[in-house]
């Protein structure tokens, strides 16, 4: 759907040429909720303004279903920007239009007729949640409410993709939760490709089935969330999933040098999360479990969970095998 081949950017500041994003490839596939995660300054936004060309690349290439943004005239662009929406962290509406007026305009600039306009504002309204404030201006509505609008908004014109640049990150943490599941039924149902950037590693839990670690204008990791969230390899991916668990850089909740024993973390994935293993395992092998953390929640629609635990006594080794041969994913944070 999206394809970055050695694509990189530069700015000219101060007349010098400083680079925003070096050189990377990427593939983002049709269907697939695709997360972009950095700090400030990471190049996110340059990123996913390169896929509807509000920037233009300074090298590589970019194919956009199949076409390569960098050639298109301005009739192509047009046509570009009308199957891939996008929505802002402010929203971006219009003060002086009524909610209604906001979703028409995309559909008034592509000069659709009037009664098909109203029909298919009527209709966004509904999807979005927000029929009955058709007349409203923005001032009088909520920030979930005004990114709503801009979600229809950004439907109008019935995309193939929509970029989220930030969109939940001036909102409060439960109507951040009703955007995502307003974006995962959006992907479900309309078979969206959606490309969001964000810093929080939960909003890419919560919605994403792929990500892409960013850090200093590189990409540093990428893979499945399962994979990437559970298992984080660069330093900067780990901090991020660190922040989210409220754990340190090793997963741990706090200092364990008083703890005895051998300090396990295992992940379960999938039906597995809630097979009644621990117990078992640890009668057979005769050990003692300790539970130092844990989390049980889910990434997406897959429930994971996670628990840091210290086995004390008996025979830790054959515990450990049997956690492994269960399908359990198994690192020893402390021999
Ligand atoms: P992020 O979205 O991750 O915060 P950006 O893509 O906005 O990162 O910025 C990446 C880098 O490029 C930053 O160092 C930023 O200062 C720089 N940058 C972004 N846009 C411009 C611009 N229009 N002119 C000059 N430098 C820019």
Same mark, same amino acid.
């Given at each position: 759907?999206?394809?970055?081949?050695?694509?990189?950017?530069?700015?000219?500041?101060?007349?010098?040429?400083?680079?925003?994003?070096?050189?990377?490839?990427?593939?983002?596939?049709?269907?697939?909720?695709?997360?972009?995660?950095?700090?400030?300054?990471?190049?996110?936004?340059?990123?996913?303004?390169?896929?509807?060309?509000?920037?233009?690349? &300074? =090298? *590589? /290439?970019?194919?956009?279903? !199949?076409?390569?943004? @960098?050639?298109?005239? #301005?009739?192509?662009?047009?046509?570009?920007?009308?199957?891939?929406?996008?929505?802002?962290?402010?929203?971006?509406?219009?003060?002086?239009?009524?909610?209604?007026?906001?979703?028409?305009?995309?559909?008034?600039?592509?000069?659709?007729?009037?009664?098909?306009?109203?029909?298919?504002?009527?209709?966004?309204?509904?999807?979005?949640?927000?029929?009955?404030?058709?007349?409203?201006?923005?001032?009088?509505? &909520? =920030? *979930? /409410?005004?990114?709503?609008? !801009?979600?229809?908004? @950004?439907?109008?014109? #019935?995309?193939?993709?929509?970029?989220?640049?930030?969109?939940?990150?001036?909102?409060?943490?439960?109507?951040?939760?009703?955007?995502?599941?307003?974006?995962?039924?959006?992907?479900?149902?309309?078979?969206?490709?959606?490309?969001?950037?964000?810093?929080?590693?939960?909003?890419?839990?919560?919605?994403?089935?792929?990500?892409?670690?960013?850090?200093?204008?590189?990409?540093?990791?990428?893979?499945?969330?399962?994979?990437?969230?559970?298992?984080?390899?660069?330093?900067?991916?780990?901090?991020?999933?660190?922040?989210?668990?409220?754990?340190?850089?090793?997963?741990?909740?706090?200092?364990?040098?008083?703890?005895?024993?051998?300090?396990?973390?295992?992940?379960?994935?999938?039906?597995?999360?809630?097979?009644?293993?621990?117990?078992?395992?640890?009668?057979?092998?005769?050990?003692?479990?300790?539970?130092?953390?844990?989390?049980?929640?889910?990434?997406?629609?897959?429930?994971?969970?996670?628990?840091?635990?210290?086995?004390?006594?008996?025979?830790?080794?054959?515990?450990?095998?049997?956690?492994?041969?269960?399908?359990?994913?198994?690192?020893?944070?402390?021999?």
């Amino acid at each position: 759907m999206i394809r970055f081949q050695q694509v990189h950017k530069s700015y000219a500041v101060g007349g010098r040429q400083v680079a925003a994003l070096h050189p990377l490839d990427l593939e983002i596939e049709a269907g697939e909720v695709f997360g972009i995660i950095g700090h400030s300054g990471a190049g996110k936004s340059t990123l996913i303004r390169l896929i509807n060309r509000l920037e233009a690349p &300074s =090298g *590589g /290439q970019l194919w956009v279903e !199949g076409q390569d943004v @960098a050639a298109l005239d #301005g009739d192509g662009l047009r046509a570009l920007r009308r199957r891939v929406g996008m929505i802002f962290q402010h929203f971006n509406l219009l003060s002086s239009r009524t909610v209604a007026q906001n979703v028409a305009f995309p559909l008034e600039l592509a000069g659709e007729p009037r009664a098909r306009i109203d029909a298919r504002v009527a209709e966004l309204l509904e999807r979005v949640g927000l029929a009955d404030q058709a007349n409203k201006y923005p001032a009088q509505l &909520s =920030g *979930g /409410q005004k990114q709503r609008v !801009g979600i229809a908004r @950004a439907l109008a014109t #019935g995309p193939k993709i929509l970029l989220c640049d930030e969109a939940t990150s001036a909102l409060d943490p439960q109507t951040t939760a009703s955007v995502l599941s307003l974006l995962a039924g959006i992907n479900r149902e309309l078979g969206l490709t959606i490309v969001l950037i964000t810093h929080e590693m939960d909003v890419i839990r919560r919605v994403c089935d792929r990500v892409a670690v960013l850090d200093a204008g590189r990409l540093v990791e990428s893979g499945p969330v399962t994979e990437v969230f559970l298992h984080p390899r660069h330093p900067t991916t780990r901090r991020f999933v660190s922040e989210a668990e409220h754990v340190d850089e090793n997963g741990l909740h706090a200092d364990f040098a008083a703890v005895h024993g051998r300090i396990l973390r295992l992940t379960f994935l999938g039906a597995d999360t809630y097979a009644p293993l621990l117990g078992r395992i640890a009668r057979e092998a005769g050990v003692d479990y300790n539970i130092l953390s844990g989390r049980i929640d889910r990434i997406r629609d897959t429930p994971y969970g996670q628990l840091v635990v210290a086995l004390v006594g008996g025979d830790a080794d054959v515990a450990q095998q049997a956690f492994e041969s269960a399908g359990v994913t198994v690192e020893v944070l402390r021999a």
